[in-house]
């Protein structure tokens, strides 16, 4: 039978899922082997060195660099609060004094008798590492944190900014292809994740933002709305630190596009459940979609599926077209036929046939379609 | 062996998303290049492995050639029959490619000599800093912390000069503390090629901290530059120290019979070469998804840059961004709502493998390739300068001149041959369309030849020139460079329908051509014949090479457009009035028969 590889998003009623939860540099791990964890449960934690600043102590002194030894009052290593003196002349007369504070309070990493230049070192950082998913640890990897395994719903939007959050899931709308409006955030929404259907638009997301919303997710945005959100343009897809007070998660693409009528459903059947989710995206090397967790079975599921992605398309799957002139449609794979067929723009390209909603059959690229996953 | 007993040759290119592989064989006294295989690149999970796809592209090649060149997974040499190869060549970018950090003293002098450096290499310079960038210390501290570059090249003073800015930057580095990509154990290579005078300092102060390799200062004087011992090492520990983390690499290190290249270093190597043999003027470009890279010979200096956020699928929305949405529409034949083209080039970065289908979204894809091709040429002639700070002596004659040290050395009059790389390029439907995006782009003047490299092979001859320059440069002219033919541009200005050029070719075939061009045309004249001789008659004010009005003889190409006689004048613009535009565009489109109607 022929078929095709094409990668598609996951929207998994139960899958069992692994997350690696690790310090960007060594660190100290606060979950242990086979520990139950709770999102918001801290696993590890590092302090991240603090920022450095330089003080040039010979300009401000009017002295060599290298006399910079006999006026300095503090010496490497040693701690100094802002605005303490760290180097001082001792002229004959006390009106030609002359001194110069630590701009920070930290610790003098260094003295330079060839640029003159102090280096001062703020205090520490602590960075620490939550668990994001309930679940149990199934591997600690020392110095660095843990891996947290879970059972539970996992659906990937296309795209996404904001960081990782957490909230009860709230469905906000009732279809998938209504669009979700201001009015339709309620002060009950605060701190939950709320879904909506086709569309956010600026003014939604903007009061979604005021009454504390944690996040939203919904099928499609405009470009135009994210450029005023931000106050820049993104130019290559790699999000998630953004700090917008808010995380919003796009199931479909840019535009008016109506989530798909699986993904909403699912998430219906979850709704009222807390659910961790995370806006980073990367779509260049190792890609990182946006997420929704949502521990345990929905009701009607009774057994977790590993997550094993099929990797190929064959005729009878549910696909999704992702490229004009039919963006966003939804339909059945009728045929994969092999050879290269000319399309509209005169390419040569390996196509297939996909069936319509209404019985009509429709030609399009393989690279413009992808598999719903489920 | 010795190079004379190459007859079968295997070579690879390990690109991010696919490995490559050709055969070429010697069929004569000729190198051709025969059969080709792909198959996705291996370096990522779930594999972790760059030879998988290696060996599924070499087997690829295989079935099709039917020659035996795999024993198991190792590449049998030397050839014999119907087996094996005399040699394996391979070139790599997979993996975000070569990622560098240079700093130098002063930006706009070792800052600047230190990236070209760097780019020659064949790196992605993530960040150039300098003691005068801008940027207060811990900014640059802070900088230095948050990437993580593979590798870093500290520059700074002449030799004998002054050691005190060079010495802040190494205290700068040792304080951020900075991390290699790979390989979180090991210490961060930093390469010193600045003030030989600074040595003691820099070891004292980065010799614990980081893998610290001392070479020859890359500015020794403001007149002169010492780019190559900075570059060896740079290949050197790419190939020690970077290949050695990456996924499979150590493994594909000891199958290849020839140093593995950074693709770019790769091309760079084959634009050199073509362009020392022909004795000309070359612009080679590649345009990819993510980055678009930029090689020049002129005068036969070499620049290479890579502008790491132009690109025609993942960063597709950065051109808009860079470029502005105003220059991309005034590309298009038709009225397109600014919302419905920021959703689709959204919807194009982030599901970058999407092609147009219809053919409104192709001329979408072409209006941003021209701004991705436009401003990366601009980064690229800011970057391809004469040394800046040399000191120069000016006569009263000067004084009318005003050059200034730091001139770009891209002059597009004096620019022979372009040669366009990457899928937009090298797979547009219609080759008229290859050339018409480029001549948008470069806007060339007088007589330029173009080529496009339809299945990028420049790096594998690149590694292969290496061995055997015959080997590469045969394949380049035989089976490398689809010839398109060439544009013909007038400089000068003047009034629609004014007569600007009278023209006549003569093809090697025999076959003569002759007409003329009027201001604010654009003919196509199919020329297949590779070579001809063409006499240019500018009209008054016109110049095609030889000054304004001056007759010109010259040798062209034909290819699969031809001639493109561009008319429109130069400095290029097009209307402000949208009506006039869009009557432009159409009738330039349709002169070139670029579209179906």
């Given at each position: ?16 899922l ?17 520990q ?46 802002k ?17 110069v ?12 008798f ?7 070192r703020e ?63 309620k ?10 259907g ?9 009061r979604?933002?005021e ?6 997710v ?7 709305d994210l450029?005023?959100?931000?106050g ?15 995380t ?19 998430l ?5 459940e ?8 990367q ?19 009774t057994?977790?599926?590993r ?52 019985g009509?059959?429709?030609v399009?690229p393989?690279a ?7 | ?25 010697k069929?004569g ?16 999970a ?7 796809g ?49 700093a130098g ?21 993530m ?49 951020a503390?900075?991390k290699?990509r ?70 594909l ?24 043999a ?20 002129f ?6 840059t ?7 699928s993942y ?7 860079e470029?502005?949405?105003?220059n991309i ?8 709502e600014e ?22 979204d ?7 390739a ?21 000191q ?23 620019l ?14 219609r080759?008229t ?14 007589i ?26 045969d394949v380049?002219y ?14 000068g200005m ?14 090697s ?13 654009i ?24 000054g304004?009005?001056?007759r ?22 097009l ?7 869009l009557?432009?565009?159409n ?11």
């Amino acid at each position: 039978m022929a078929h095709a590889y094409t990668p598609g998003l996951k929207v998994m009623p139960c899958t069992r899922l692994t997350k690696k939860r690790l310090l960007p540099i060594p660190g100290k791990v606060m979950a242990a082997m086979d520990q139950q964890v709770d999102s918001l449960d801290i696993v590890a934690q590092t302090e991240l060195p603090g920022k450095v600043f330089s003080v040039n102590v010979a300009n401000r002194l009017s002295v060599g660099p290298a006399e910079i030894e006999a006026f300095m009052v503090k010496k490497e290593g040693d701690f100094v609060k802002k605005g303490e003196i760290i180097a001082e002349n001792k002229p004959f007369l006390k009106w030609f004094q002359n001194s110069v504070d630590s701009p920070v309070e930290g610790t003098v990493e260094t003295v330079s008798f060839v640029t003159g230049q102090v280096l001062l070192r703020e205090p520490p950082k602590i960075l620490p590492i939550k668990a994001y998913i309930k679940g149990k640890v199934v591997e600690v990897t020392p110095d660095f944190g843990v891996t947290v395994e879970a059972e539970g719903t996992f659906i990937q939007g296309i795209f996404g900014i904001g960081g990782e959050t957490n909230g009860e899931i709230a469905i906000a709308v009732g279809s998938p292809d209504e669009d979700l409006d201001p009015e339709d955030i309620k002060e009950n929404h605060k701190g939950k994740i709320v879904i909506g259907g086709k569309h956010a638009s600026l003014a939604t997301i903007k009061r979604a933002i005021e009454l504390g919303v944690h996040a939203i997710v919904v099928g499609g945005i405009h470009d135009r709305d994210l450029r005023q959100l931000l106050g820049y343009d993104i130019g290559v897809a790699v999000t998630g630190s953004e700090n917008i007070g808010i995380t919003i998660l796009v199931t479909e693409g840019f535009g008016l596009i109506p989530m798909a009528d699986y993904t909403f459903k699912l998430l219906s059947s979850r709704n009222g459940e807390v659910a961790s989710v995370s806006g980073a995206t990367q779509i260049r090397a190792g890609v990182m979609r946006p997420e929704i967790i949502i521990p345990g079975f929905p009701k009607n599921v009774t057994e977790c599926k590993r997550d094993q992605g099929r990797g190929w398309i064959e005729p009878g799957d549910p696909i999704r077209i992702i490229r004009e002139p039919h963006f966003g449609v939804i339909g059945i794979v009728k045929s994969l036929p092999p050879e290269l067929t000319v399309i509209g723009s005169e390419s040569h390209a390996r196509v297939l046939e996909v069936t319509l909603d209404g019985g009509e059959v429709i030609v399009v690229p393989r690279a413009n379609i992808e598999v719903l996953e489920k | 062996m010795s190079k004379k007993d190459l007859e079968i040759i295997i070579a690879t290119d390990c690109g991010s998303t696919t490995t490559k592989a050709i055969l070429i064989e010697k069929k004569g006294d000729t190198y051709r290049q025969t059969f080709r295989g792909e198959a996705p690149t291996t370096v990522e999970a779930p594999f972790e492995d760059v030879t998988k796809g290696v060996l599924n592209s070499i087997t690829e090649v295989e079935e099709l050639s039917g020659r035996k060149i795999l024993d198991g997974e190792k590449i049998i040499t030397p050839n014999s029959g119907n087996t094996g190869a005399d040699i394996y060549v391979s070139t790599s970018s997979a993996g975000g490619g070569l990622q560098m950090m240079v700093a130098g003293a002063v930006k706009a002098m070792t800052g600047e000599s230190a990236q070209r450096c760097a780019l020659g290499a064949g790196a992605i310079v993530m960040d150039v800093l300098a003691s005068n960038d801008g940027r207060a210390d811990h900014e640059k501290i802070e900088r230095i912390r948050q990437l993580r570059p593979d590798m870093m090249l500290l520059s700074g003073g002449t030799d004998g000069g002054t050691i005190t800015h060079v010495v802040e930057l190494a205290q700068f580095l040792k304080a951020a503390d900075p991390k290699p990509r790979l390989g979180a154990a090991y210490k961060l290579p930093v390469i010193y090629a600045g003030n030989n005078k600074a040595h003691a300092q820099i070891k004292e102060i980065l010799g614990d901290r980081t893998a610290l390799i001392i070479t020859e200062n890359l500015r020794p004087t403001l007149e002169r530059e010492n780019l190559m011992p900075a570059r060896h090492k740079i290949h050197d520990i790419f190939l020690e120290h970077v290949m050695q983390q990456a996924p499979g690499y150590p493994r594909l290190m000891k199958m290849v019979g020839a140093p593995i290249m950074p693709t770019p270093a790769a091309v760079g190597t084959m634009t050199e070469k073509f362009a020392k043999a022909n004795n000309f003027n070359v612009l080679a470009v590649d345009i990819g998804g993510a980055t678009t890279d930029v090689f020049s010979v002129f005068s036969g200096v070499f620049n290479r840059t890579v502008s790491a956020n132009l690109g025609m699928s993942y960063s597709i929305s950065n051109v808009m961004a860079e470029a502005g949405l105003a220059n991309i529409l005034r590309w298009l034949p038709f009225d397109v709502e600014e919302q419905d083209l920021r959703n689709r080039l959204k919807n194009k970065m982030i599901r970058p493998t999407t092609i147009p289908q219809t053919v409104d979204d192709l001329q979408i894809e072409h209006a941003v390739a021209r701004e991705a091709l436009r401003l990366a040429f601009e980064q690229h002639k800011s970057l391809a300068v004469g040394l800046k700070g040399v000191q120069q002596e000016r006569s009263i004659s000067d004084a009318f001149e005003q050059t200034s040290s730091g001139a770009s050395l891209i002059n597009v009059m004096k620019l022979d041959y372009v040669i366009g790389s990457g899928g937009i390029l090298a797979h547009s439907p219609r080759r008229t369309q290859s050339m018409m995006m480029m001549i948008d782009a470069y806007q060339p003047e007088g007589i330029t030849r173009m080529a496009v490299d339809s299945i990028f092979m420049m790096p594998h001859l690149g590694v292969l020139a290496q061995i055997s320059e015959k080997a590469a440069l045969d394949v380049f002219y035989n089976d490398c460079l689809v010839r398109l033919g060439t544009c013909l541009a007038p400089k000068g200005m003047a009034k629609d329908g004014q007569l600007i050029l009278e023209w006549d070719a003569v093809g090697s075939d025999g076959k003569r051509q002759t007409g003329e061009l009027r201001f604010g045309d654009i003919l196509h004249v199919p020329m297949n014949s590779p070579k001809a001789r063409l006499v240019a008659k500018p009209a008054k004010g016109f110049d095609m090479g030889a000054g304004p009005g001056n007759r010109v003889d010259a040798e062209i190409e034909g290819g699969v457009v031809g001639l493109v006689l561009d008319g429109r004048g130069r400095p290029f613009a097009l209307s402000k009035e949208p009506g006039k535009r869009l009557d432009n565009l159409n009738k330039w489109y349709k002169a070139m028969g670029m579209y179906p109607v």
